[in-house]
């Protein structure tokens, strides 16, 4: 794989896709309908889904390609393979709430090694260079040319006060069970796969993720991680969150900074 060229393609589509989704979401309404799992899509999700696999096709004709918005990827059996989701945090952009993002990742040999996680209502980018290390691209995002980066890294968690950071959409009572396992400083709520990059830049120590989630939703955020310096591991064993299952469904996670002292299941 040529990493250069990858992060480039995917850097140009997020922000192509991002566009394309902040055009639907200005607009005073737009259509709401339900997939066969009963969740939401919209046509902010449906067009960037055509601009982002359109280019990773043209671009990578001969790697795999999984999208959430074509179920007929969800078939594709392999251990390296593109992944996409075109509009990740679907409640949140309906609601307005802003914590959506576009999500593209590559995963080789069942472990996401590169990607980026784009936040259009936010102006926030966050993406693995060619050499696998994360960095958010600060100012004008243009989309020929990369602008200014800054490395990100995990933070150095103190266990006596972490930062802990929960879904907003999916919040529930075994959640804050596991949680009050800890010694909570402060908590903090996001949605989509912003909560991957929040711990990635130091901004929190730990996210569980007692609920149901798929690869799509995932893999980009915990490729920017991994990258700079963190790691997601299922929760009831702690053994590294793997990619490339039968049906694409995770089981429940915990992304954190390796220096948080994890508490079992």
């Known amino acids: 794989m040529d990493y250069e060229k990858l992060m480039s393609v995917m850097r140009r589509l997020s922000l192509e896709a991002g566009d394309k989704i902040m055009e639907v979401y200005g ?3 737009f259509d709401v309908k339900s997939k066969s799992d009963d969740s ?4 902010a999700d449906e067009a960037a889904d055509a601009i982002i696999s359109a280019g990773l096709r043209a671009a990578f004709p001969d790697v795999m390609l999984v999208t959430e918005e074509q179920s007929a990827t969800h078939e594709a059996k392999g251990d390296t393979f593109l992944i996409v989701d075109p509009l990740d945090g679907t ?8 914590d959506f993002t576009v999500n593209i990742a590559l995963v080789e040999r069942g472990q996401p090694t590169r990607g980026i996680v784009y936040a ?3 102006g926030r980018m966050f993406f693995t260079l060619a050499d696998g290390t994360s ?3 600060t100012g004008a995002l243009d989309k020929e040319k990369m602008g200014e980066t800054k490395t ?3 933070s150095d968690a103190d266990n006596s006060a972490l930062m802990v950071v929960a879904s907003k959409s999916h919040r529930d009572q075994a959640t804050d069970d596991y949680i009050a396992k800890y010694q909570v400083e402060d908590m903090k709520s996001a949605g989509s796969s912003l909560k991957f990059c929040l711990i990635a830049t130091g901004e929190a120590d730990i996210y569980p993720r007692l609920g149901r989630t798929m690869e799509w939703d995932t893999a980009a955020g915990h490729a920017v991680l991994r990258g700079a310096g963190g790691e ?3 929760f009831d064993n702690h053994t590294p969150l793997a ?4 049906d694409f469904a995770n089981p429940f996670f915990i992304a954190y900074a390796p220096s948080v002292a994890l508490k079992p299941a």
């Open 27 to 29: 607009r005073d309404d």
């Open 40 to 43: 939401p899509v919209t046509a």
């Open 91 to 98: 409640k949140e952009f309906i609601h307005r709430r802003g």
């Open 232 to 234: 997601v591991v299922r």
């Open 135 to 137: 960095v958010e691209e």
């Open 120 to 122: 259009p209502a936010k």
């Open 243 to 246: 990619y490339g299952k039968a």
């Open 152 to 154: 990100i890294t995990v």
